[in-house]
């Protein structure tokens, strides 16, 4: 396979693997705002931010977020890309709660 083309099928791949990861946590908590970025920095390969909604307690903030690590692990295990998942707590300005 010529080298464009293997970008491109890691670019597929990478989008359809945030895509996947932003369902995921829409799933998990469906009121939450879901911000995916591709832009790379460092040895990340991709980003996505979730805010919960404000009425959500510390305990389902922290389920929300192990839920997420462990499927950005299963991913990072299956096929090498790392992407960073962040829980960020509504209740603080926007400030960062969680991350993994």
Do not use: W
């Not at 464009?4 to 945030?18: E, G, M, N, W």
């Amino acid at each position: 396979m010529e080298p464009v083309s293997l970008a491109k099928d890691r670019r597929d791949i990478l989008d359809q693997t945030l895509t996947d990861l932003a369902l995921f946590a829409k799933q998990v908590c469906p009121a939450a705002r879901v911000e995916v970025n591709t832009i790379r920095y460092e040895d990340e390969d991709g980003r996505l931010k979730v805010f919960p909604p404000s009425h959500l307690s510390e305990a389902e903030e922290e389920q929300l977020e192990e839920a997420l690590v462990e499927r950005c692990f299963e991913i990072l295990e299956a096929t090498g890309l790392f992407i960073l998942c962040a829980v960020f707590d509504s209740r603080s300005q926007g400030g960062l709660a969680t991350s993994d």
